[in-house]
């Protein structure tokens, strides 16, 4: 079923409203997610509500957070969340990175205490409307095991970098620092289809092409796959974004950090407090002027566009490419949802005594 | 051959002196090769010195450089290397970065107009030093094809990140963005080995296990090899160290990075001075007391270390570990050379009617 932004839009609001979240939180939680179906990124979407739902109901979110900075130089800061959800409490750290950037030339905020963000893209995109660079990351639930071991250490930990260009879109690159996001994972489960070989491991360390064998003890695989082909790279950019969120801002890290599924409890021996993102901006003009960056901008694009191609109707993607594709289809032909999420929704709204979607 | 390190040293800032290099810049320039011999990176230490000579000899590496800011905030720089070494060129930069990150918290200093700077762990690791993490990237000479192309569009971008430890020695994350180093490349060539499918694709964008590969127009391959395991990934991790290395500072870009190899001319179209680089420093107590981080620094190495092993004689290995082995291996054992490496070298001597090595 298909449905139109403004509609999922309102309904989600209302969700967070439910959950006693105030009328700004909830508008800003809404966006996030909705911004994330838009750009096609289904998995971090409405697909994610009943998540957020259930996690609050075991008090493991906090619905009315008092965010606050506890530490702070005039670039850098320390942010905790006070246990709220990652969809307001990483907007306001990347808030407070654009003021310093506006100020100093750049900003850095690391933040504890706060559960998981939604897309990275959102939170990075916020400096590019102010022509800055946009950084930010976060730590996961542990599902990744690094080079050499089956054990789950590390999240997907995605990291993002976004960039203003001309008469180009900006550029965003914004990846899951393992070889296959969970979300590519779902829809291999979805459809009963084997998953590529050097995806996951089974718990012996073999490459398995079960696409349920997470649930079977075994473990994602850094980007990189395997150590041949770099999985050490991605194993160290995965570890990368752990130590910036996690053991800069006094959040869990590792092994430690506290599952998003409502089923699964928090270690019992935190080393932190929830789990931590890192966002930072840059301002373009701290380097070189605006419009010179944004030309120069206009001509990396082209040339990768214009990029020799192997396959004469497959162009070089650039980064951030097909979530703006996504987000004008959407537009205008509204927000498709497999039934399953339909249904989840439905759930939500009978729960709250709120209207249904469908 | 091995020889000490104190006599490589000496022999290098005597090649440096002899190029006309100033005292401090030739003992800058030798301290960052001997320390890649020294950390066991064998292609970007004195291996790479020849090649410093040609591009001088070629006028394109500038002895004598007026490194200067062109342009500057409280936390940012452009730094304009006036075609110099980018062995001292990058140091320069970091020094700025560093003493940002003094007065401020971060200190961020793009460069342009310079030339390959040695490994990046050497600067990331100036700003460790001072409790700081350390950040450096450069641009390279385009040998990288970006997924869904046959054509070399981007160096191996490195990117590495430099965290402090307490009782442990640093973590350092220092990768190239493609699925193989360059260097790894030419041990199977020298060794007339396959390389693993995956690092490199032929004209036709058809992955070889031909290791000459690239000199019969093939490319190299972004981290993750393929669309399926991620070498969009790679690709926009390479991206983004070319937009920031090189848009952001003003330097050459894309295909339009001029190559290390002095029998190949530089683009006669080119879109900025030079190659690129990227240098950073964010004070540890901008966000937290050092001592807190440090302790948490460590838990965090321990746990990875701990790691379930998938093979019982294979530990999970800490970034920047093996470079620290090859470091204490080689202070007692010297630094080993392969033949053509020492007959280059005394080419050198002979050239600049200086004592031979060997």
Redesign the interface.
Known sequence: MTFPEVNLRAFTQNIFLAMGCSDAHAKLAADVLIRSDMRGIDSHGVARLSGYVRLWEKKRINATPNIRIV????????VDGDAGLGLVVAPFAMQIAIEKAEK???G?V?VRNSNHFGISGYHALMAVERNM?GYAMTNASPLV???????R?LGTNPMC?A?PAGKYPP?V?D???S??ANGKLEIAQRAGKPV?E??IQDT??DFTTDPHALKKGGSLLP???DR???S??????S??V???SA????AN???WVPPFVSFLEPPADP??LGIGHFLGA???D???PVD??KA??D??IQ??KD?????PD????I?GEPELEAEADRAINGIPLVDAVVTDLDELAKRFGIAQLS
Chains 1, 2 share one sequence.
């Not at 530490?71 to 320390?78: F, M, N, Q, S, Y």
């Not at 053991?247 to 006094?250: K, R, W």
Request: hydrophobic share 40%; glycine share 12%.
């Open positions: 530490h702070e130089t005039p670039t850098t800061a320390t100093y030339g750049s850095w690391a660079i095991a690094p080079t050499f071991s089956n054990e250490m970098y960039f550029v690159v990846m899951a620092t070889a296959a590529p050097g995806w012996h360390g980007l990189g796959s041949e082909h770099g050490h790279k991605g194993f160290g950019l570890a990368t752990d130590i910036l053991v800069l801002s006094g890290y590792g092994p080393v932190g840059m301002r373009v701290g380097f070189r010179e960056f120069n901008m001509i990396w040339r990768f990029a020799n191609r192997i396959d497959q162009p070089v993607i980064p």
